[in-house]
């Protein structure tokens, strides 16, 4: 929040999707307990998280060691994909990262040293 207010840039909130046995939670109040749980609860997955573009970010999982796309990565948060629910919540489907310190091989369409970090699920 406070990259927001120096950079002057509009912070959003994302939401995690939670389910429960294959379907989405709809009980309000349910979601809102899990959206505040502290992240150690949720084996560090928090129900929500604040994103601006431009903000340092650390990616959290090996997506490609080789590329050095790697848990403790730091880089820069360039581009967010999202969709938005039925209670206007985003919901952050990828994301684009600068990471000076990858391979020189990056995706098709995309600047080098650019990579792309996708949702992930897990079942707590």
Avoid at 52 to 67: A, R, T, Y
Wanted: hydrophobic letters at 35%.
């Amino acid at each position: 929040m406070a990259f927001a207010h120096r950079t002057a840039q509009e912070l959003h909130w994302y939401y995690a999707k939670d389910t429960h046995l294959g379907q989405p939670l709809t009980d309000r109040r349910l979601k809102d307990k899990l959206e505040r749980l502290n992240s150690g609860r949720t084996n560090q997955r928090p129900g929500k998280i604040p994103l601006v573009l431009g903000m340092p970010v650390l990616i959290s999982q090996n997506f490609d060691v080789e590329g050095g796309i790697v848990n403790g990565s730091k880089g820069i948060l360039k581009q967010i994909r999202y969709r938005i629910d039925a209670d206007g919540h985003r919901h952050a489907v990828s994301c684009v990262v600068h990471v000076a310190d990858t391979s020189d091989e990056s995706l098709p369409h995309l600047p080098q040293h650019h990579v792309v970090v996708l949702e992930d699920t897990t079942d707590l």
